[in-house]
């Protein structure tokens, strides 16, 4: 049974629906431990890859009933009391209480050690207390050497740590988490991790700058304070590496500094990460317009201004960890990147709109960029941004003497020329080849990348579709950035919208003559290109057929109408093909209610339609029952016609003369019986 026991310790992890804890927590079953195996644990008993024989069983506390997904928790405690907590305190092997997400977090911490050293004689078997601390209480050290400011502390100098007046109880926890596990080490031992400001896995404390650099609503990205504090730091996959190190070797130290191998600076970390997500500026503030941030806790603010320079000496001597960012964030960025952007589900949507001249993809393209927060990316206004931004790059960085970035400025000046001469050559046009490399600059540009993009009929033909998309199969590794890039901006969803001619033709001449002259689509020059496109689309290497190559479904929309309810159901139908908005409004109540009132009012659109559509059903019966009944009519009145002078010429030759001669007789007369009058008159005068 002892055996058993220790080949599957239970581990207990406070708030593990919190990000550092949850963090740590995943961590430990993805990055060092595997699932057994066993269908009926369903993944929640882990193996450690390491040794294969130990086996840890992860429960916790969380805050909220929320139906999570987590295959990682063997058991969850809703905001159990603490008489409940200490009942599953008891039952664990190793307990790991966080304190560097919540100030509340150190009281709960600061009575669970307590209550487990006073039921101390009731333990079963040893038990692992692991507090993890934050660098907050070095902040205000003293510093080693005063001739050398940049003398990294080491764990050794834990006794001289003086901390920041904000984080004295977080000091006077650690304190007596180390006494205690000194009055009786081999059954209730007790480890002290000081953690580095963590980052990694959607961020925390650095997720202001990530996400003031994703969206790009600012072109410069604040640091706070002078930037040049050192802020030692540590990807939360690695701080579960050490906890995991620490819960397999139970080291001799039981205080350890858990820190990568960096000393980056803050203006280093905020100016790479909006390099890397945003435009590559930063803007000084000072330190009290921190305060105004919203998304910024007195937490945070404290720990982005610490200035320590730290070496976990433990952790090399002691252990041999697999490090997934030994030297930090900055020398990581992409690995980091892309890890936020995978864990809060901030994936760019590619989609392109083709079709005929005056279709509508302009319209269409930007009710999509509308609704899912995308940039609207046209071919004339592309060129024309591309020119402008090298013509103010020019002039920005000429005339500004303190400019270092000359050879920017040089490669500038140079690809304007390339520009204007292609144009020249090609009677104002630019050929293929410069328009795919405008366009794909464009795309791979950090706002297309981040939010995606709708391409707005643009490729034109399959030469400029192969030369934009192209991958080649052979190549596509790190060796061959291009053909990478073009991975990156290849459409992932495909709508073709197609109508007749003749409506297409309708809408041109119902088209304000401003808009025509702007798209050039006055009558002669408007059959043209609808001629040409036609044509090429009746080619074998056409668009479609590429795009169809390369195993991407384009979805054809047939528009036969330009009435408003038909785009509301056209829209309908882009929004079920390309899903939920992938961007920080997907959980934002009032996005999802403008999405509600989009599926209403498209509803609404279809009730509208199909009454329209009944009326019209209604309305050409009725005309066609009228033209039958007027048809009808007249054909009768034209019969009469004929029979009527038939009629007429037969009476004026045999009767009327004679009975208009006895109707005269029968007036003068007077007769008493006129009807037997007439008959005698007509028998005596018959011709």
């Not at 701080?239 to 203006?267: F, G």
């Not at 970390?269 to 803007?283: D, H, N, P, Y």
């Not at 999405?595 to 005309?623: D, F, N």
Request: glycine letters at 4%.
């Amino acid at each position: 049974m002892d055996k058993d026991r220790q080949l599957q310790e239970r581990v207990f992890i406070n708030d593990i629906d919190s990000f550092s804890s949850k963090c740590i927590a995943k961590c430990l079953a993805k990055h060092s431990l595997e699932c057994d195996g066993s269908a009926e644990k369903e993944c929640r008993t882990l193996k450690l890859n390491d040794s294969g024989s130990r086996s840890y069983r992860v429960v916790g506390t969380i805050s909220d009933g929320s139906e999570d997904d987590r295959p990682y928790v063997l058991e969850a405690y809703i905001r159990p009391s603490r008489e409940k907590i200490l009942q599953k305190l008891m039952e664990c092997d190793v307990i790991v209480y966080n304190i560097t997400q919540h100030p509340e977090q150190v009281d709960e911490a600061r009575w669970a050690v307590t209550a487990l050293h006073d039921k101390i004689n009731d333990f079963g078997q040893p038990k692992k207390f692991i507090l993890i601390s934050t660098v907050m209480t070095w902040a205000c050290s003293e510093p080693i050497n005063s001739d050398d400011l940049e003398l990294p502390f080491t764990d050794d100098d834990f006794r001289r740590r003086k901390a920041h007046p904000n984080f004295e109880k977080h000091l006077e926890l650690e304190k007596m988490v180390t006494k205690v596990g000194k009055m009786d080490r081999a059954l209730f031992s007790t480890y002290v991790v000081v953690s580095g400001l963590q980052y990694g896995l959607g961020e925390q404390v650095f997720h202001l700058f990530f996400k003031m650099s994703w969206l790009g609503e600012e072109n410069e990205i604040p640091v706070f304070g002078e930037g040049n504090n050192i802020v030692p730091t540590i990807h939360v996959c690695d701080l579960a590496r050490v906890i995991q190190k620490i819960i397999e070797h139970q080291p001799k130290p039981y205080y350890l500094l858990a820190v990568d191998y960096s000393n980056n600076t803050m203006e280093d970390i905020v100016k790479t990460i909006t390099s890397a997500l945003g435009f590559g500026k930063i803007q000084r503030k000072t330190f009290e317009e921190a305060f105004l941030q919203q998304d910024l806790s007195i937490m945070d603010i404290d720990l982005l201004h610490v200035n320590l320079c730290m070496e976990g000496v433990h952790l090399k001597e002691l252990f041999t960890i697999h490090w997934l960012c030994e030297f930090g964030l900055v020398e990581n960025i992409e690995l980091v990147v892309e890890e936020y952007r995978q864990i809060r589900g901030l994936l760019p949507i590619r989609a392109c709109v083709l079709g005929p001249p005056a279709v509508g993809k302009s319209t269409v393209s930007r009710q999509i960029c509308d609704y899912y927060k995308l940039h609207h990316v046209r071919l004339n206004e592309t060129i024309s941004e591309t020119i402008s931004h090298l013509e103010y790059m020019m002039r920005h960085t000429f005339s500004d003497p303190e400019n270092d970035d000359s050879a920017t400025a040089t490669e500038a000046q140079e690809l304007l020329s390339i520009i204007n001469d292609n144009m020249e050559q090609n009677g104002g046009y630019l050929d293929d080849q410069m328009l795919v490399k405008v366009m794909m600059d464009k795309l791979i540009s950090n706002p297309c990348k981040n939010q995606g993009f709708v391409l707005d009929g643009f490729p034109k033909t399959y030469e400029q579709a192969k030369e934009l998309f192209h991958v080649d199969e052979h190549e596509s590794d790190e060796r061959t950035p291009i053909s990478l890039s073009n991975k990156k901006i290849m459409p992932e969803f495909v709508f073709i919208l197609d109508a007749s001619d003749s409506l297409l033709k309708d809408r041109v001449m119902n088209l304000p003559e401003k808009l025509v002259q702007e798209h050039k689509y006055e009558q002669e020059h408007f059959l043209q290109i609808l001629a040409k496109y036609r044509e090429k689309n009746m080619e074998e290497e056409s668009v479609v057929n590429y795009l169809e190559e390369l195993d991407i479904n384009p979805l054809l929309i047939e528009i036969t109408s330009i009435s408003i309810p038909d785009n509301q159901l056209l829209m309908h139908t882009i929004c079920e093909r390309v899903g939920k908005p992938r961007n920080y409004a997907q959980n934002n109540e009032k996005i999802q209610k403008e999405g509600m009132m989009l599926i209403e009012t498209t509803v609404k659109a279809e009730r509208e339609q199909k009454e329209l559509e009944e009326a019209r059903q209604r309305s050409a019966h009725w005309e066609m029952w009228t033209k039958t009944l007027e048809e009808k009519r007249q054909w009768e009145v034209q019969q009469l016609e004929v029979l009527s002078v038939q009629m007429k010429t037969y009476l004026t030759e045999h009767i009327i003369t004679t009975l208009s001669l006895g109707l005269i007789a029968c007036g003068s007369a007077w007769p008493e019986d006129p009807i037997d009058f007439m008959a005698e008159y007509l028998i005596k005068n018959n011709p």
